[in-house]
């Protein structure tokens, strides 16, 4: 079976939210699915949780591999595809991105996530699919929602999945522990 590791969100712990569904889903279906702790969740440095995202990725084949970004961990692994050896090592087998941003979103403590600007076209060739899923009323790309889903579409070719409700992912209230979309999304990229 596949591999699945998931990059969690900005001050969230890889036992929140949907991961733990996402987890026993996919697991149950016989992948293997990682959901590491990155350091210092609530104050994230862009080069340690690369650093760790990559040693995460490491044991594992890419070509076998999907990778799943929430919110910050997506732009984690936006960064974790610009720096992987294509030529070497193959394409990821996939990517999935929950609430991620294509760009700044006005937290200036996250701004060396965003620093320097994506090398698109290099992102693109490292993965063999993207799938996003973002919802309208998500209040932390706001206004720009539609700017981040479109950049997404038109750099990586990546196929997006909008709901018209769902906020970041968890939902306002913190409490959403499913999200059978995040894993209906992953099991269309291992079909796929």
């Known amino acids: 079976m596949s591999t699945i590791v998931v990059s969690h969100g900005y001050g969230m712990s ?97 701004a060396g996530f965003f620093e320097p600007d994506f090398d698109w076209p290099r992102i693109r060739r490292a993965a063999r699919s993207f799938r996003i899923l973002h919802a309208a009323d998500d209040p932390v790309s706001g206004e720009a929602t539609p700017w981040h889903i479109m950049k997404f579409v038109t750099e990586l070719g990546a196929t997006a999945t909008v709901t018209a409700e769902g906020g970041h992912f968890p939902s306002t209230d913190g409490t959403q522990l499913q999200l059978p979309e995040a894993v209906r999304l992953v099991n269309d990229t291992l079909r796929g």
């Open 14 to 110: 890889s036992t929140d939210h949907w991961y733990p569904y996402l987890r026993s889903e996919l697991g149950a279906a016989g992948h293997e699915v990682h959901v590491p702790q990155l350091p210092d969740a609530q104050a994230p440095q862009a080069e340690a949780w690369l650093k760790s995202l990559s040693a995460e990725t490491s044991s594992a084949a890419p070509a076998d591999t999907v990778l799943v970004g929430h919110s910050l961990g997506g732009v984690n692994i936006l960064r974790l595809l610009q720096a992987h050896d294509t030529e070497t090592e193959g394409a990821f087998a996939g990517v999935v991105l929950v609430a991620s941003m294509a760009g700044e979103v006005g937290y200036d403590a996250l």
